[in-house]
Protein backbone atom coordinates (compact mmCIF):
# COMPACT_ATOMS: atom_id res chain seq x y z
CA UNK A 1 0.00 0.00 0.00
CA UNK A 2 2.79 2.58 0.91
CA UNK A 3 4.61 1.62 -2.33
CA UNK A 4 1.05 2.21 -4.20
CA UNK A 5 1.03 5.58 -2.66
CA UNK A 6 4.52 6.22 -3.35
CA UNK A 7 4.43 5.59 -6.95
CA UNK A 8 1.09 7.56 -7.33
CA UNK A 9 2.86 10.90 -5.93
CA UNK A 10 5.26 10.54 -8.05
CA UNK A 11 3.30 9.68 -11.37
CA UNK A 12 1.01 13.03 -10.70
CA UNK A 13 2.88 15.87 -11.09
CA UNK A 14 3.92 14.07 -14.54
CA UNK A 15 0.33 13.35 -15.26
CA UNK A 16 -0.61 17.13 -14.77
CA UNK A 17 1.80 18.61 -16.65
CA UNK A 18 1.24 16.43 -19.84
CA UNK A 19 -2.40 17.46 -19.57
CA UNK A 20 -1.64 21.08 -19.51
CA UNK A 21 0.69 20.65 -22.35
CA UNK A 22 -1.98 18.61 -24.50
CA UNK A 23 -4.52 21.36 -23.75
CA UNK A 24 -2.22 24.17 -24.70
CA UNK A 25 -0.98 22.48 -27.96
CA UNK A 26 -4.85 22.24 -29.09
CA UNK A 27 -5.56 25.96 -27.70
CA UNK A 28 -2.32 26.93 -29.93
CA UNK A 29 -3.61 24.76 -32.95
CA UNK A 30 -4.71 26.77 -36.16
CA UNK A 31 -8.11 26.54 -37.01
CA UNK A 32 -9.17 23.93 -39.67
CA UNK A 33 -11.90 25.52 -42.89
CA UNK A 34 -14.67 23.81 -41.11
CA UNK A 35 -13.89 25.21 -37.56
CA UNK A 36 -13.54 28.85 -39.47
CA UNK A 37 -17.07 28.40 -41.53
CA UNK A 38 -18.90 27.64 -38.02
CA UNK A 39 -17.46 30.85 -36.37
CA UNK A 40 -18.47 32.63 -39.37
CA UNK A 41 -22.03 31.21 -39.60
CA UNK A 42 -22.12 31.82 -35.55
CA UNK A 43 -20.81 35.27 -35.87
CA UNK A 44 -23.50 35.87 -38.39
CA UNK A 45 -26.26 34.95 -36.70
CA UNK A 46 -25.69 37.03 -33.88
CA UNK A 47 -25.22 39.83 -36.05
CA UNK A 48 -21.33 40.11 -35.38
CA UNK A 49 -20.77 41.14 -38.85
CA UNK A 50 -17.02 42.53 -38.64
CA UNK A 51 -16.04 38.78 -36.86
CA UNK A 52 -18.02 36.74 -39.49
CA UNK A 53 -16.88 38.38 -42.40
CA UNK A 54 -12.92 37.68 -40.82
CA UNK A 55 -13.78 34.42 -40.07
CA UNK A 56 -15.05 33.57 -43.77
CA UNK A 57 -12.04 35.44 -45.18
CA UNK A 58 -9.46 33.25 -42.97
CA UNK A 59 -11.50 30.29 -44.44
CA UNK A 60 -11.18 31.69 -48.13
CA UNK A 61 -7.51 33.00 -47.72
CA UNK A 62 -6.24 30.00 -46.33
CA UNK A 63 -8.70 27.21 -47.54
CA UNK A 64 -8.87 28.24 -51.36
CA UNK A 65 -9.77 24.71 -53.18
CA UNK A 66 -11.99 23.59 -49.86
CA UNK A 67 -15.32 22.34 -50.51
CA UNK A 68 -16.70 25.32 -48.33
CA UNK A 69 -15.46 27.81 -49.80
CA UNK A 70 -18.27 28.66 -51.85
CA UNK A 71 -20.65 29.12 -49.47
CA UNK A 72 -17.74 31.05 -47.33
CA UNK A 73 -17.94 33.33 -49.93
CA UNK A 74 -21.65 33.97 -50.06
CA UNK A 75 -21.92 34.49 -46.53
CA UNK A 76 -18.94 36.63 -46.42
CA UNK A 77 -21.56 38.95 -49.07
CA UNK A 78 -24.15 38.66 -47.09
CA UNK A 79 -22.46 39.82 -43.64
CA UNK A 80 -20.79 42.84 -46.09
CA UNK A 81 -23.97 44.06 -46.93
CA UNK A 82 -25.79 43.61 -43.00
CA UNK A 83 -23.01 45.42 -41.61
CA UNK A 84 -23.17 48.36 -44.30
CA UNK A 85 -27.32 48.39 -43.40
CA UNK A 86 -26.45 48.29 -39.65
CA UNK A 87 -23.54 51.06 -40.16
CA UNK A 88 -26.69 53.11 -42.09
CA UNK A 89 -29.31 52.87 -40.07
CA UNK A 90 -27.03 53.44 -36.74
CA UNK A 91 -25.78 56.70 -38.42
CA UNK A 92 -29.59 57.86 -39.00
CA UNK A 93 -30.62 56.65 -35.60
CA UNK A 94 -27.52 58.94 -34.08
CA UNK A 95 -28.62 62.08 -36.14
CA UNK A 96 -32.12 61.25 -35.28
CA UNK A 97 -31.63 61.44 -31.33
CA UNK A 98 -29.06 65.01 -31.65
CA UNK A 99 -31.90 66.59 -33.98
CA UNK A 100 -34.53 65.43 -31.01
CA UNK A 101 -32.46 67.63 -28.45
CA UNK A 102 -32.42 70.69 -30.57
CA UNK A 103 -35.22 73.68 -30.48
CA UNK A 104 -37.76 73.29 -33.32
CA UNK A 105 -38.55 75.91 -35.47
CA UNK A 106 -41.64 76.43 -37.27
CA UNK A 107 -41.60 76.56 -40.78
CA UNK A 108 -42.82 79.99 -42.75
CA UNK A 109 -45.19 79.04 -45.33
CA UNK A 110 -44.16 80.85 -48.49
CA UNK A 111 -46.33 80.56 -51.59
CA UNK A 112 -43.82 78.75 -54.52
CA UNK A 113 -44.74 78.03 -57.93
CA UNK A 114 -45.04 74.44 -58.85
CA UNK A 115 -42.55 73.91 -61.92
CA UNK A 116 -42.38 70.32 -63.52
CA UNK A 117 -39.57 68.49 -62.18
CA UNK A 118 -36.71 69.21 -64.64
CA UNK A 119 -34.74 66.42 -66.34
CA UNK A 120 -30.84 66.28 -66.05
CA UNK A 121 -29.08 68.34 -68.63
CA UNK A 122 -27.97 65.02 -70.54
CA UNK A 123 -31.33 63.85 -71.04
CA UNK A 124 -33.15 66.57 -71.45
CA UNK A 125 -33.44 66.27 -75.29
CA UNK A 126 -35.07 62.28 -74.67
CA UNK A 127 -33.03 59.34 -74.23
CA UNK A 128 -29.48 58.95 -74.57
CA UNK A 129 -29.27 56.08 -76.95
CA UNK A 130 -25.54 54.91 -76.58
CA UNK A 131 -23.00 53.08 -78.88
CA UNK A 132 -21.64 49.81 -78.33
CA UNK A 133 -19.02 50.68 -80.33
CA UNK A 134 -17.43 53.04 -77.69
CA UNK A 135 -17.01 49.96 -75.35
CA UNK A 136 -12.88 49.32 -76.12
CA UNK A 137 -10.39 47.89 -73.90
CA UNK A 138 -8.06 50.80 -73.34
CA UNK A 139 -5.72 48.16 -70.68
CA UNK A 140 -3.25 45.58 -71.57
CA UNK A 141 -4.00 42.20 -70.00
CA UNK A 142 -7.72 43.01 -69.55
CA UNK A 143 -10.25 42.03 -71.77
CA UNK A 144 -13.57 43.83 -70.58
CA UNK A 145 -14.01 47.11 -72.63
CA UNK A 146 -14.59 50.69 -70.90
CA UNK A 147 -16.89 53.47 -72.08
CA UNK A 148 -19.31 55.37 -70.55
CA UNK A 149 -22.86 54.39 -68.99
CA UNK A 150 -25.30 54.36 -71.79
CA UNK A 151 -22.51 52.41 -74.30
CA UNK A 152 -22.29 50.27 -71.93
CA UNK A 153 -26.01 49.26 -71.70
CA UNK A 154 -26.06 49.15 -75.36
CA UNK A 155 -23.09 46.89 -75.40
CA UNK A 156 -24.79 44.54 -72.95
CA UNK A 157 -28.05 44.44 -74.99
CA UNK A 158 -30.07 46.18 -71.71
CA UNK A 159 -28.27 43.31 -69.53
CA UNK A 160 -26.15 45.23 -67.18
CA UNK A 161 -25.21 42.85 -64.03
CA UNK A 162 -27.11 44.39 -60.55
CA UNK A 163 -24.65 45.66 -57.58
CA UNK A 164 -25.30 42.21 -55.72
CA UNK A 165 -23.75 40.57 -58.89
CA UNK A 166 -20.99 42.50 -59.41
CA UNK A 167 -20.17 41.88 -55.49
CA UNK A 168 -20.37 38.30 -56.00
CA UNK A 169 -18.47 38.32 -59.21
CA UNK A 170 -15.50 40.74 -56.49
CA UNK A 171 -15.70 37.73 -54.61
CA UNK A 172 -14.96 34.83 -56.61
CA UNK A 173 -12.33 37.08 -59.06
CA UNK A 174 -10.53 38.85 -56.61
CA UNK A 175 -10.14 36.85 -53.23
CA UNK A 176 -8.25 38.42 -50.66
CA UNK A 177 -4.90 40.17 -51.30
CA UNK A 178 -5.56 39.32 -55.25
CA UNK A 179 -4.18 42.02 -56.98
CA UNK A 180 -4.03 42.79 -61.23
CA UNK A 181 -6.57 42.01 -64.07
CA UNK A 182 -10.20 42.92 -62.85
CA UNK A 183 -9.52 43.70 -59.39
CA UNK A 184 -9.08 47.12 -58.48
CA UNK A 185 -11.20 48.48 -61.76
CA UNK A 186 -14.73 50.60 -61.67
CA UNK A 187 -17.76 48.39 -63.17
CA UNK A 188 -21.20 49.41 -64.19
CA UNK A 189 -24.43 48.29 -62.85
CA UNK A 190 -28.08 47.94 -63.90
CA UNK A 191 -29.21 50.69 -61.26
CA UNK A 192 -29.46 54.06 -61.15
CA UNK A 193 -31.02 57.11 -60.71
CA UNK A 194 -31.72 60.19 -63.46
CA UNK A 195 -28.11 60.55 -64.28
CA UNK A 196 -26.26 58.75 -62.13
CA UNK A 197 -25.64 54.89 -62.12
CA UNK A 198 -24.17 53.08 -58.87
CA UNK A 199 -20.58 51.06 -59.63
CA UNK A 200 -18.74 48.50 -57.66
CA UNK A 201 -15.24 48.58 -57.43
CA UNK A 202 -13.50 44.84 -57.36
CA UNK A 203 -10.59 44.02 -54.71
CA UNK A 204 -11.50 47.04 -52.39
CA UNK A 205 -14.26 44.56 -50.46
CA UNK A 206 -17.15 45.40 -53.13
CA UNK A 207 -17.01 49.04 -52.43
CA UNK A 208 -19.74 50.95 -54.18
CA UNK A 209 -20.16 53.89 -55.49
CA UNK A 210 -22.33 57.00 -57.75
CA UNK A 211 -20.48 58.01 -60.94
CA UNK A 212 -21.93 60.04 -63.96
CA UNK A 213 -23.79 57.92 -66.37
CA UNK A 214 -21.53 59.95 -68.90
CA UNK A 215 -18.25 59.50 -67.30
CA UNK A 216 -16.15 57.17 -70.01
CA UNK A 217 -14.03 54.18 -69.32
CA UNK A 218 -15.38 52.73 -66.38
CA UNK A 219 -15.29 48.82 -67.12
CA UNK A 220 -18.40 46.50 -68.42
CA UNK A 221 -19.22 42.99 -67.36
CA UNK A 222 -22.71 41.84 -69.20
CA UNK A 223 -25.34 40.10 -67.11
CA UNK A 224 -26.42 38.05 -69.88
CA UNK A 225 -24.61 36.68 -72.99
CA UNK A 226 -23.84 39.76 -75.06
CA UNK A 227 -20.64 41.27 -74.93
CA UNK A 228 -18.89 39.72 -72.70
Known amino acids: ?39 GRASLEAEKYTEAIRSFDGLISKFPSDQLVPEARKYRAIAARARKKAAAAAAIAGERAQG ?51 D ?12 IQLQERNLAECPSGKKGGVCGRRYWSSEGDGARAKTVIFGNGGEINSDIKSLPRIFVQCAGPAGN
Open 1 to 39: MRIFILLWLCLAPLLCWAGDAVLAAGKDAAPTARQLYRR
Open 152 to 163: ALAYCEGRLPTV
Open 100 to 150: EGQPQEIPKLVPQTVRPAEKPAEEQAGPVKGDPAKCKSWYVNNNHPSCNWY
